[in-house]
């Protein structure tokens, strides 16, 4: 079974750029997680979608930042413009959601260089 | 607040000891908590849960952990480390009926053979 796929790897851009990362669930995963996470700390959830409709994000940063999962299935984080603060690993995380708690599978991360 | 400490960030052992990793928690209800493993360059990796019932929880690649409610504690164990079991540990939990999982900074493990 394939796992969280995540692009690019890495991503270097000077600030005030635009920049957007891609992530492609696992396969029959509905529910979909980004998260965020600076060196040395643990993910912070950036927002959660269930299928289509993002359900959680109080912690997304509106004025820069947007995600989107047009069709239920892979999504798009997009950081416009960028900032010096922003350098970190965005990861996404996508789970069953059938289970209560269920277990969330990590895709392996875009580390965001901005200089 | 809703919170997750790893009091250690890093632990060091010899190859064949018995290893710890430590985690307290604190979060409103019945908690469900998670252990993952972070190698370089890579996302984080499921080891285990505890969601109710026994308080002994046992995981992937030998490691076990064990929930303490009146210490509010889940400490990650594994009886014979390895030198491959190096990497960053993070412990994670959620509130009972609750969808958001707060995870630690995390815990360095060094295993030197």
């Known amino acids: 079974e394939a796992g969280v796929v995540q692009s690019p790897r890495y991503k270097i851009i000077e600030k005030k750029q635009p920049v957007a990362f891609w992530c492609n669930p696992i396969s029959g995963h509905n529910t979909l997680y980004w998260y965020l996470q600076n060196l040395g700390q643990g993910p912070e959830l950036l927002i959660r979608y269930e299928n289509e409709e993002a359900v959680d994000d109080s912690q997304l940063p509106k004025d820069r930042f947007s995600a989107e999962r047009l069709k239920g299935v892979d999504s798009t984080l997009k950081i416009q413009p960028a900032e010096l603060g922003d350098s970190a690993v965005y990861l996404c995380a996508s789970s069953t959601g059938a289970s209560h708690p269920d277990t969330q599978y990590f895709g392996p991360g875009t580390r965001l260089t901005v200089l | 607040a809703q919170s997750v400490a790893q009091p250690e960030d890093q632990v060091n052992v010899a190859e064949g000891n018995p290893l710890t990793v430590k985690c307290t928690y604190s979060?409103?209800?019945?908690?469900?908590l998670f252990w993952y493993v972070q190698y370089p360059n890579r996302g984080l990796q499921f080891l285990l849960k505890?969601?109710?019932?026994?308080?002994l929880v046992k995981g992937s690649y030998g490691f076990e952990a064990e929930f303490n409610k009146s210490q509010t504690s889940f400490h990650l164990k594994k009886p014979s480390a390895l030198v491959s079991d190096s990497a960053l540990y993070f412990c994670?939990?959620?509130?009972?009926?609750?969808?958001?999982?707060?995870f630690g900074a995390g815990t360095r493990l060094f295993v030197k053979a």
């Open positions: 505890y969601i109710t019932g026994d308080n």
């Open positions: 994670a939990a959620r509130g009972g009926g609750g969808f958001k999982t707060i």
């Open positions: 979060v409103s209800g019945n908690p469900y």
